[in-house]
């Protein structure tokens, strides 16, 4: 890790609170320090009604679960069997990963690992029913795309996202950032969460910064909130995000 005085740009996270630190080392690799904005806490499930909600998706045919947090909090509830013909699939690397380490072995992960991405992948367009491991909010475009090609979806949330507010040490490191600054923006719902229930100055600071996204709609919903210049990441993996800001910083 560089010396803090080493760091030339800042890398700015709105990963939930303790998410932060893959994306921390990724961006000290291209000397980058990182300011952490966490506008939730991800509280796993432990109720009757989540329990419920999983055994049923379970049952499905095919299986989408929309983060590593999501497998866990499922894996908590219940032991995860794959039954017969059935088809398990993940957003991303993360969540494929966190789903082989709780025994499945065979897990599909989109090449574009995005919701559009999952969204084309051939296990979905003819599975009558999806359960849908996920939290509420969040990636609602998945739901909506299966529920409108007449897909049954039986949705599971099994954790939630806490709101936090902005800590005092937060609204100050906006206030005296210095120097190239870049958002890794991989949550829809995170910016909207910021923006729309924080202080005006954190919002007026990140419209300051650049911005690297994890999608082609992240970066239109960037460019919708006056921020600029936006480049597209190679996926929301912490390596891609922090390669693509590093390269944007640079230019910019």
């Known amino acids: 890790m560089p010396a803090p005085d080493a760091f030339s740009w800042t890398l700015v996270s709105l990963r939930p609170r303790a998410g932060h630190d893959s994306l921390r080392h990724a961006a000290a690799r291209h000397g980058g320090r990182l300011l952490a904005l966490s506008p939730w806490v991800l509280q796993p499930r432990h109720d009757d009604g989540a329990r419920q909600q999983l055994e049923a998706a379970l049952e499905a045919e095919a299986l989408v679960f929309t983060s590593p947090a999501a497998v866990h909090a499922a894996a908590a509830l219940r032991p995860l069997r794959p039954r017969r013909g059935q088809q398990w699939l993940a957003v991303g690397a993360g969540s494929a990963a966190a789903l082989r380490r709780a025994g499945i072995e065979d897990v599909q992960v989109p090449r574009r690992m995005d919701s559009e991405g999952l969204l084309a992948l051939p296990a979905l367009a003819g599975a009558a029913r999806v359960g849908l491991v996920t939290a509420p909010g969040g990636r609602g475009l998945i739901a909506a795309t299966l529920a409108a090609r007449g897909t049954e979806v039986r949705r599971a949330d099994v954790y939630a996202r806490l709101p936090l507010p902005p800590t005092a040490v937060a609204l100050a490191r906006l206030r005296t950032l210095s120097g190239p600054a870049c958002l890794a923006l991989s949550s829809a719902e995170a910016l909207e969460r910021v923006l729309g229930h ?25 460019r919708g909130h006056g921020m600029a210049p936006v480049a597209l990441a190679d996926g929301p993996r912490p390596a891609a995000l922090a390669t693509a800001a590093a390269a944007l910083v640079a230019h910019s």
């Open 198 to 222: 924080w202080p005006a100055e954190a919002g007026d600071a990140l419209r300051r910064c650049a911005v690297v996204a994890a999608s082609e709609r992240l970066a239109a919903l960037a």
